[in-house]
Structure formats: C-alpha cells, structure tokens
C-alpha cells in the first residue's frame, strides 16, 4: 500500500529549486546527463520553456524584419515616416534581448557569463543603437561609416541569433552548431598555422614583384594577401606569373604554395575536421540535452515575477509517496534489507579467510 501526502509552499518552492539545480548541473560538461535530469529538462521545456522560446523568436523577427525593412528603405531615402517607424520596431524588438543579457550577466558574473556568443551579442546591441543615434540625428550621414555599421550589423543579426534558435528549436538529437562549434574549437589551431603560411607566401610574392609595379595584384601587401588566397580557390593567373619580373623563381614559388597549401594543408584540415566530427557524435545526447538547458536556465533567470506567476513553474501541491508499513510492499522491503545484510556479512567473511589465506602463503617457506 502506498500513502500519498501533500506538503505546502515551503516544500514546492524546495521542489522547484531542485529542479533549478538540476538544469544548472546540465550547464556543467563534465557532469554526464543523467535520466532525472534530461526528465526535467524535458519536463520544462514541455510545460513552459517552449511557450517562452517562441515569444523570444516573435521578437527576433520583429528586431530582424524591421532592421532589413530600414536598410531597404535607407538605400531609397534617407528621410522618410518609413524608415522611421522600420528602425523604432528594430529598436522595440531588441529591448527584451537587452533585458535578458543584463539579468544573465547579473546572476552567472563576470567570468561565466563571458562567452565568444554573449560578446557577439553585446557588439550588435552597441551596434544597433549607434545606428538609431546616427540615423535619428542625422550625424555624419555622407560618410562610409553608417553604411559599414549596417553591413556589419545584418551579417550579427543573421549569425549570431539564427544559430542561439536553432540549437533550442531542432527536434534531432544532432545538433548542426554544437558540432560545428567543438570541430572548429578542435582545429582553430591548425587554422592558425594555415593563416601563417599563407602570410608567409604572399610576403613571398610581394617581394618577388617589388619591381613589376605595373601588376595591380601584387602591388601593395594587401593586395597580396587577396591574391593568394584567390590562388588557394583555384584562380591562378599563369600569365601574370611568367610576365614577372623573375620569371624562373615565380613558377617554382608558385608550385611551392601549391603543393604546401593545396595538397597538404587543405587535405589535414579535411582530416581533422572528419575526426573532430566523428568525436563529438559520440556524446551527442549530452550535447543536445546541454543546448536546452542553456536556455532553460536562461529563461529561469532572467524571467520577470508576472510571467513566472503566469507559467506557474512548480506545481500547487506535491505528493510524497512512502510505502505502507501495513502492506505486504514493506514485509518485502524488509526482506530484501535482511537478505542484503546477510550477504554483507558473508563477503565480509569471505574477505577475511582470503586476506588469512594470503598471510599464511607469505610466511610459508620457499624451497630451494
């Protein structure tokens, strides 16, 4: 027989810290993710989280169609009721993106909160409202500097927050920007020596045009650089190569990069990118289950106290279930406790006669 027993507020608020710290300890790599733990990931997700996602998605959109609504219609007129209004939904769609960073900041600190994504997000916020201040004002409108930081800011739009939904939203347990993210984090060092070498050759290639001033691509170090790696995708100019002014060392210069950057840099880099991929399907569950309770916790943190009364995240009352001291449940509890005991003791026995055992085989005399 089974008992059950409500408790008050005390205990579900207990319940529902619990279950906070379960979602925290997903946050934690190298705790693996436990059954009780993906349930409650999964418990809230269900029951709230998804509602909250799609609010924040509603919002992306709005941030997002309103800022490519103001830069079309910045392209025709820099006046205008249109791009007004574009920028102000821009603006409004940004504000609760805003109000959750400064609630995450708050509660993880300083050195938890910092992230290559989280600064990404601080830079197109700073970003976002330079452009208003700029645009609203009308400072410095002819120059270069408000197209730039357009440019710049729909590129972040479109990086940054696609991949933040996409993690949280796909239903597969192979998440596509975890595994992208832990493959480049395993060969960002092999990208480093491959910028080196590929620096390397084009300082080559400009020194060895220093006097075919008339070449545009080898005229400046940057132009230089561009050029090689023009070279790497498959445009090489063999003409420009044998018009130089050594025409004997470029072609060997240019094998050279060829073989070093084409066949056997590109090639590792293919290899270790399989590899890296090939490790992370291994613990994918825990990435995908990790993913989720980011944002879960996320939400829990920054949540404001209506719409936490409004999702009501722990339950009104909470059962606690113990097993009957009438029932047969308990006759056999009881049962497998003694027969536990016992066996414990028996090991225990076992353990001594083996540790006797091997004291009289020390003192047993070695024959010659």
């Not at 102000?88 to 290559?116: D, H, N, Q």
């Not at 994918?284 to 209506?306: C, K, N, S, Y």
């Not at 066996?343 to 024959?367: C, N, S």
């Amino acid at each position: 027989m089974v008992e059950s027993t409500r408790v008050g507020w005390s205990l579900r608020l207990l319940w529902w810290m619990s279950s906070m710290l379960q979602v925290r300890m997903m946050l934690v790599s190298s705790i693996r993710c436990s059954r009780s733990r993906s349930s409650t990931c999964f418990h809230k997700r269900t029951s709230w989280a998804q509602q909250l996602v799609w609010l924040e998605v509603a919002f992306y959109a709005l941030w997002l169609f309103g800022f490519q609504a103001f830069v079309l219609l910045f392209q025709g007129s820099t006046r205008g009721i249109g791009t007004v209004v574009a920028e102000v939904a821009a603006l409004l769609g940004m504000a609760p993106f805003i109000w959750t960073k400064a609630c995450t900041l708050r509660e993880y600190g300083l050195l938890g909160w910092a992230s290559i994504w989280n600064v990404m997000d601080i830079v197109m916020y700073i970003n976002q409202i330079t452009i208003a201040i700029m645009h609203l004002a009308r400072f410095d409108m002819g120059s270069d500097l408000l197209s730039c930081l357009m440019a710049f800011q729909v590129l972040l739009l479109w990086v940054n927050k696609v991949q933040y939904f996409f993690r949280v939203l796909q239903p597969a347990k192979n998440p596509f920007i975890d595994t992208l993210t832990v493959v480049i984090n395993d060969f960002k060092w092999f990208l480093f020596l491959l910028g080196l070498t590929l620096w390397d050759f084009a300082c080559a290639f400009y020194i060895l045009f220093c006097h075919d001033q008339q070449h545009e691509e080898f005229r400046t170090i940057g132009a230089a650089v561009l050029t090689t790696i023009s070279m790497l995708l498959g445009g090489v100019d063999f003409k420009l190569i044998h018009q130089s002014h050594n025409p004997d060392v470029a072609p060997i210069l240019l094998l050279a990069y060829v073989f070093a950057m084409c066949i056997v840099l590109l090639n590792c880099l293919i290899a270790i990118m399989i590899e890296s991929a090939t490790k992370v399907a291994d613990h994918q569950e825990e990435r995908f289950w990790h993913g989720r309770a980011v944002v879960i916790d996320e939400l829990e943190t920054t949540m404001p106290a209506w719409i936490r009364k409004r999702f009501i995240l722990y339950p009104s009352y909470v059962h606690i279930l113990k097993v009957s001291d009438r029932s047969k449940l308990a006759g056999s509890a009881s049962t497998v406790q003694s027969g536990s005991a016992g066996l414990e003791a028996r090991m225990a026995a076992l353990e001594g006669q083996m540790a006797e055992m091997i004291r009289l085989q020390k003192r047993q005399p070695v024959p010659s």
